[in-house]
Nanobody, 114 residues
Framework: QVQPVESGGGLVQAGGSLRLSCAASGSIRINVMGWYRQAPGKQREPVALITSSGRLIYTDSVKGRFTISRDNAKNTVYLQMNSLKPEDTAVYYC?????????WGQGTQVTVSS
């Protein structure tokens, strides 16, 4: 089954940092790569996106704290998360979207303790 693979989640104290990785199944150069999250009892929401042209888009709640980036040679997208807050606790999913394709990873748990 074709899907991106996330890694890097875990438990961290408030104010700490984590870096998530997403190994894409297709080419990150032509696809839109995004990080989404879903907290218990809430809908899945977009966190950060990087387009094929390199445009970066963030949801307001993570601006200035999270950074999305990509390594074309490794075909991998990253989400650097700093100054984490308890409200960032969620399952984080990688999404890979291209022409005629839309794949989700299995998700990785991020838990921020207060």
């Amino acid at each position: 089954q074709v899907q991106p693979v996330e890694s890097g989640g875990g438990l961290v104290q408030a104010g700490g940092s984590l870096r998530l990785s997403c190994a894409a199944s297709g080419s990150i150069r032509i696809n839109v790569m995004g990080w989404y999250r879903q907290a218990p009892g809430k809908q899945r929401e977009p966190v950060a996106l990087i387009t094929s042209s390199g445009r970066l888009i963030y949801t307001d709640s993570v601006k200035g704290r999270f950074t999305i980036s990509r390594d074309n040679a490794k075909n991998t997208v990253y989400l650097q998360m700093n100054s984490l807050k308890p409200e960032d606790t969620a399952v984080y999913y990688c999404r890979e979207s291209g022409s005629g394709s839309d794949y989700w990873g299995q998700g990785t748990q991020v838990t921020v303790s207060s």
